[in-house]
T-cell receptor, first 116, second 114 residues
């Protein structure tokens, strides 16, 4: 049983460019959350997708957008990249219609994004 | 506002000994959940233990246990019989019931000495 998979593992972009990160949830999971982890910090919630819709969003600008597909996989898009967007981007999936708060999150190994 | 604070950037423990990692949190909600996640060099966050705030009994998972002090808003993790494989970053997190946003602390790096 494959866990949460993310691609690519590493990515280098320049300021102003756009990037798309991908996530496949654990089998049987229908809810996907994205987190940004800056160096030396804990993960910060970007948003969560359920039934192909953004259900909750953290304090991130509109440059951060996402999508969830019918097979529950998800993409995170970041436009007009800034140096401060350099971070590890983690995807997490959870089961059970995302009942909210308390469900166990299963994380991928992340995509390390470097913006030069 | 919901906050999670880990005041120990780094801790060390001898193999087979016991270590306690500290975490305090703040929330005005009465129904919430608390977690400890482990992040090894592979970067994948792994759930160590989960506590439901309405349960007074402290959660345990094999060598891992918590000391949940609701009034003090404290949630410490005790690792018994420490093993080399326990070396990692440990993050404390909270989530309010009915929401989907998890708040993480800044982490504690645990070193296990042979």
């Amino acid at each position: 049983d494959a866990g949460v998979t993310q691609s690519p593992t590493h990515l280098i972009k320049t300021r102003g460019q756009q990037v798309t990160l991908r996530c496949s949830p654990k089998s049987g999971h229908d809810t996907v959350s994205w987190y940004q982890q800056a160096l030396g910090q804990g993960p910060q919630f970007i948003f969560q997708y359920y039934e192909e819709e953004e259900r909750q969003r953290g304090n991130f600008p509109d440059r951060f957008s996402g999508h969830q597909f019918p097979n529950y996989s998800s993409e995170l898009n970041v436009n007009a990249l800034l140096l401060g967007d350099s971070a590890l981007y983690l995807c997490a999936s959870s089961p059970g219609q995302g009942l909210g708060g308390g469900e166990k999150l299963f994380f991928g190994s992340g995509t390390q994004l470097s913006v030069l | 506002a919901q906050t999670v604070t880990q005041s120990q950037p780094e801790m060390s423990v001898q193999e087979a000994e016991t270590v306690t990692l500290s975490c305090t949190y703040d929330t005005s909600e009465s129904d919430y959940y608390l977690f400890w996640y482990k992040q090894p060099p592979s970067r994948q966050m792994i759930l160590v233990i989960r506590q439901e705030a309405y349960k007074q009994q402290n959660a345990t998972e094999n060598r891992f246990s918590v000391n949940f002090q609701k009034a003090a808003k404290s949630f410490s993790l005790k690792i018994s019989d420490s093993q080399l494989g326990d070396a990692a970053m440990y993050f404390c997190a909270s989530a309010i019931s009915g929401t989907y946003k998890y708040i993480f602390g800044t982490g504690t790096r645990l070193k296990v000495l042979a």
